[in-house]
Structures are given as structure tokens and as C-alpha cells.
């Protein structure tokens, strides 16, 4: 199972919105609504931000927001702060028996 | 308030075995499924293997199939995760997590490293 395939890296300034693309195929991201998104501070374990494509746990602030169209899901960022500064790793069911992949990884910068 | 605390990483020559333990409080640890979630230095999360509540299904990524051996104590609230014949690709951050939300880890430990060096 491939890695699903996101930026490796994207900016904006504070209060700017950015949004993360995560790209599978019709065997992931495109078959399920199982996409999650976690955010990663350097050091520390993943957060949950985003579920089921576009659910935020209770406490995720909702300037957090996903979505999906086809084979890929998004995540954006909307009125961006310092303390989104951070690594972003989207998640996708894929319905095999290696059930689960993650993508590569995008790490945000708030100029 | 869910606490998940990884041990029993460390050195270990390749070849070698090593096993991780994950210990789970402030839930109802066997109504959940498990997983365990390995990140290398310097790179991306790579999920390991997840176990269902009762431990009768269990799922691998296809790099440690044959190798890794995930398990669970719901007595104990214990995840496990046995590893041997260990290569240097393994080394790596080893998370264990709760899969709390449908599809989705909702609580995960700090980690625990492993490092597979001779």
C-alpha cells in the first residue's frame, strides 16, 4: 500500500487560510469516508484535528476544516495562527488487510 | 483524562527481538481498538498494525507481517507489541494509540524509541 501523497511543505501569514491536499485513489481515499487528519508539534505525539473527512473532535478549533472530492481530501487552515505551525499528516481506510495508510506528511509554516 | 504510556524501547542488534508495552488509563479499554504507529527519524508516521477489542483480529502492514506480533491485556489494560527479527529499517519512534473514533486514533502515548544498530 503506497503512502498517500501530500505537499511537503506550505506557508501563509497569520490570518491567511492554506489548505492541505492528501491524494490516494479509489481503493482509499476515494472509497471511504475514513479520512482523518492529525497535526504533529516537533517532539510530541499526533493529535486527532479531523475525522470521518470533515468531523472535528470536541476542543480542535474550527478554523480547522476538511473535505473531500473524489480521490482526494483537504484540509484547511482558515485565519492561520503561530501555534498552527506544525507537521500534518492526513490517515485513510483502505479497506485491505493492511487496513490503514498514512500520508507523507506536510509541514506548515507561518511566515 | 486518557493516558496511553509506552516502554521497553531501546538498542537492539538486527536479528534481535524487542517488546514494546503500551499502558492504558481513564477509559474503557476493551471497548476500543488499538494500534500501534511507528515514525523513523526525520520522516512520516507509517501505521504498524491495529488489534480489535477482544484480540481475535489483527492487521499488519505488509514490511513487518511475519515479524511483528501485536497483542492486548484488557485484564491489565496492556497493548503489547513483540517484534523480532528486527532490521534497521525498524528504527523508529513507536507510538501505540487509541482508535477511539471511527477510523480515526483519538489519543496517542508520547512513544517510545526503538533503534536497531549493531
Known amino acids: 500500500q503506497s503512502a498517500l501523497t501530500q505537499p511537503a511543505s506550505v506557508s501563509g501569514s497569520p490570518g491567511q487560510s492554506i489548505t492541505i491536499s492528501c491524494t490516494g485513489t479509489s481503493s482509499d481515499v476515494g472509497g471511504y469516508n475514513s479520512v482523518s487528519w492529525y497535526q504533529q508539534y516537533p517532539g510530541k505525539g499526533p493529535k486527532l484535528i479531523i475525522y470521518e473527512v470533515s468531523n472535528r473532535p470536541s476542543g480542535v478549533p474550527d478554523r480547522f476544516s476538511g473535505s473531500k472530492s473524489g480521490n482526494t481530501a483537504s484540509l484547511t487552515i482558515s485565519g492561520l495562527q503561530t501555534e498552527d505551525e506544525a507537521d500534518y499528516y492526513c490517515r485513510s481506510y483502505t479497506g485491505s488487510n493492511s487496513p490503514y495508510v498514512f500520508g507523507g506528511g506536510t509541514k506548515v509554516t507561518v511566515l | 483524562e486518557v493516558q496511553l504510556v509506552e516502554s521497553g524501547g531501546g538498542l537492539v542488534q538486527p536479528g534481535g527481538s524487542l517488546r514494546l508495552s503500551c499502558a492504558a488509563s481513564g477509559f474503557t479499554y476493551s471497548n476500543v481498538w488499538m494500534i500501534w504507529v511507528r515514525q523513523a527519524p526525520g520522516k512520516g508516521l507509517e501505521w504498524v498494525t491495529n488489534?480489535?477489542?477482544?484480540?481475535?483480529?489483527?492487521y499488519y502492514v505488509d514490511s513487518v507481517r511475519g515479524r511483528f506480533t501485536i497483542s492486548r491485556d484488557n485484564a491489565k489494560n496492556f497493548l503489547y507489541l513483540q517484534m523480532n527479527s528486527l532490521r534497521a529499517e525498524d528504527t523508529a519512534v513507536y507510538y501505540c494509540a487509541r482508535d477511539g473514533r471511527p477510523h480515526a486514533a483519538d489519543s496517542w502515548g508520547q512513544g517510545t524509541l526503538v533503534t536497531v544498530s549493531s
Open positions: 488489534i480489535n477489542q477482544d484480540g481475535s483480529a489483527k
